[in-house]
């Protein structure tokens, strides 16, 4: 025998002080009361010598309390609101072709729009000129009338622009309460599915998601002196060569941007930033409140340091006119669009107002002329451009240049999707529910794991007593397996579920199979007349395929089960998928290791 | 060897599990047959829990004992027909599942009443929009815009409790729509419990609410994942083995899928996702043991070349009849602590998956491994009765 059990037990140990190295930050977390974990006192205790203080194991919600919600998008409603928005504007932009129109207005499903003219054919003409690429005119209208349908793609962009929308106002609203790990997903079936963890109350988020979104337009004050005194009270925001250096100061810090002026000058207008939301407005509240008058607030919102897919967030404030000048209420609809007018394509968002909200915003528009205006949406301000022209019923956002086509285009069409936030109601139900008090979870984890340490005993002292040395052995595999599983868990940030815990103890159960499996090839080897050497061999040999085969199987039912599953469950099938993948490493690999040292010479014994 | 070793099951036994097979397969396919009439909803059925069924479930804890049949009787005062109560745990913890089946407070009539009532006395314009599948939440669009105390005092009049009236933005632009929610069940059991069991001092513990659309999809796509799951063994097993295996292992997955189903049926213990895990789990585990005797086979058909099928698959299912119950056995012990300490649905997991495993087990011996013959047989009698002497035609090595 050579002496190749020395690079595998090398192998195994190293693998034995990885997993407890990763497993160092959990061990930190739990040991916190759970009250703590959330906040800076667990990071504050994490060694700087462990792994990131995120690499913790997570609790589910099931196990630490919170609240679990599906969230349907209405899209049947959303539809409905918007054909009734493009009959309005379709009646307004024939009135000002001249072409005379009775009514316009959704027929049958909602989906169709019936227009009432004298002069139906140049009225279809007119309509399909201008919206050909989405709309055509089905036949069967009837007389002194046309139909108007639109295409089915065009249709179903329309559900998945009202999903999309839905999940910007949920993010931003979570993102406002300043709960920890929200975790935010777009499930299938215009479904949007949120947790969060340890939220206590359960009609308050109800009510907050339930509401559609209020978009309000301000103009931003770039003349007022109010802020600039917080530059003698707060340290200026660290910067770097992209812009800030991140993380920036937990109490917040100041920074000025250089504004064009309406006059024609410009003017270093000072601001707060600060790495969120809660921060931020932590900021506001000591240092700019007080500062205040009637006329003035201030407004919050995010800007980004660096460039390309790895951005990093923070947050901001805008000195704002507390005035609301314009809402939401008076956009029909709001759309990303390339503007060839100026030789190349430069991706703007095009808006269209409703007819009375036309006149607000061309006296808006104005009367503000080079000034900033704020969309502000659910109260935090999206974007800030300056208002170039004057705009009536139908406006165009430009956009800063001097960035990639792509990254301007998906901002446009972020701009887009905040002025329909405010315009077209993209109404959210609750479908599921599931909320978890606080008291609950101690009590679980108590009885789940001291389940789950009884099965383990048994497991363990059934193999020695029935294996003796060898069973001995797959203890200490088995020691290894519960590690490792634990240590891929908290690496890749699965969260620990009540029936997780399960999982867990089953997938060690499972793994002790593979040992006996080897350990009644090696009885039956011997039994043969082989010696122990050549026993082991065969053992591990011969039983290697079937060891794979069993582990694929129950693989294949765990992966099926976590396309399925969510919440809890989905816990039980990740664990699962763990466990059997690390058991097949340590029930073959570790095991074999050790027995070969043991039975490295022709004359050893062995007891099986 | 130093120390005298013991097996739990000798390891040179003859037991004849391919003469016993048409037996087996009789008693279980009227066990399965059984369990399956016993789910029908006409016979019994199987008690779905909120995340099929659809409803509110809530996990309630009195700090003294209070009676099922009380809170029961309370809540369907309230107008919950179909409510149940469960002790949940052991009697010693006081708490209570409550479910509550109906989901929509408002019936079909309730909306006409309510919308009667407010046409009645604002000016509505269009028809109001009601979701049945939502079930709590009616839009309203008017010609003249009340106040949102005025809507909800013309909504009450008409006898439906009103949680909130949200306005919001409406069909068309400038306009408003005004959304009015009724109260949900949650809130109006809580209230009520808290007024009639004040000092027993009730904890929402938990809440749970599933709507009937998402509920039935959850149904939809539970039935379909253990199919798939079931579908991609056999394959995998197929491709390993030999396809002649796979009518043994369909039969033997079917088998143990149905056996553990058996468990929610009978026990009328609650039937939810946990239950489909359990169900994808055991027709995961209980292969291994099917794997374990078909490497054998193949083993045995190497070394006994020319040897009957039958008598081969019998030697083997004796070869490796101790490992494929030890194996069992060693999971199975893993379950003990969660038998014991387990609530709710981890007992219900543990239970069944007990089951699973025995019943894996069981196939395997007398289903899995001797229906592998079976199309061996039916392969030689069409070809001709004088060619029964000869030698099986010898297996596809992978």
Redesign the interface.
Known sequence: MERSWLWRVALIAAVALFSIYQLVPSWFYFKLPPGERLGPAYEESVPKWAPSARRHLNLGLDLQGGIHLAMGVDVDRAVKAKVARRADEIAEYLKEKGVPVESAKPVGDGRVIELKTAEAARAEKTVLDQYNSEMYAPSGAPQGAIWLAFKGKVLQDFQAKAVEQAEKTIRNRVDKWGVSEPDIKRKSNNQIQIQLPGFKDPEKAKELLGRTAQLEFKITDDESPLVDPVRSELAACPSSEAGFKMPLPTEGCWSVETVELPSGGTRQVTFLAANNRIELDAAVQKHVSAKLDHDHEVGVGEGTVGQGPVRERYYRTYLLHAKTELTGDYIADARAAVDNSQGAGKPVVVFTMSPEGGRLMEKLTTNNLRRRMATVLDGKVETAPYIQGKISTNGQITLGSGRPYQQMYEEANDIALVLKAGALPAPVTIFEERTVGATLGPELIKKGTTAALIGLLLVVLFMIAYYRATGLIADVALALNGLLVLAIMAIIGTTLTLPGIAGFVLTLGMAVDANVLINERIREELRAGRSVRQAVDQGYDKVFWTIVDAHVTTLVAGVVLMQYGSGPVRGFAVTLIIGLIASMFTSIVVTRAIMDFFTRRDTARLSV | ???K?F??IP?DTKFDFVGKRHIAVVLSLIANLAVLIFSLNAVHGLNFGVDFAGGTEM?V?FDRVVDAANIRKSVEELGFKDASVQTYGPESEHSYLIRVGRIALMSQEDVNRVIQAVKAKLPVAGEP?F?SE?GD?I?FQFTKNPTTQELKAAVEAAGVKVR?V?E??????????F?V?TQGI??KVESDLLTRFGDAKP?????????P??GR?LRN??FK?IL??MG??VI??GL?FDFRFSPGVIIALVHDAIITLGYFALSGREFN??S??VI??V???S??DT??VY?RIR?NQAKYKGKHLGDLVNLSIN??L??TF??S??????????L????G??FD??AA?LIGIISGTYSTWFIAAPMTIWLEERAEKKRSPTARQQPPQQAKSV
């Open positions: 060897m130093q120390f070793t097996d739990i390891h996990e804890k929009h979701n939502v939440k839009d909130e949200r919001e933005a409406g069909l068309t632009a400038g306009t408003r729509s959304a929610i949650r809130d904890d929402v513990r938990r809440v749970e609410y599933v709507g659309a998402v999809e796509q539970g994942a798939y799951a991609l063994i995998y097993v390993r996702l946990t489909v895990a994808l789990t027709v995961g585990y292969v291994n794997v374990v490497d083993e070869e490796v101790g490992r030890l194996t056995f060693a999971t199975a012990l893993s379950l003990v602590g969660l014991i300490y387990g609530v649905t981890i997991f543990s998956m």
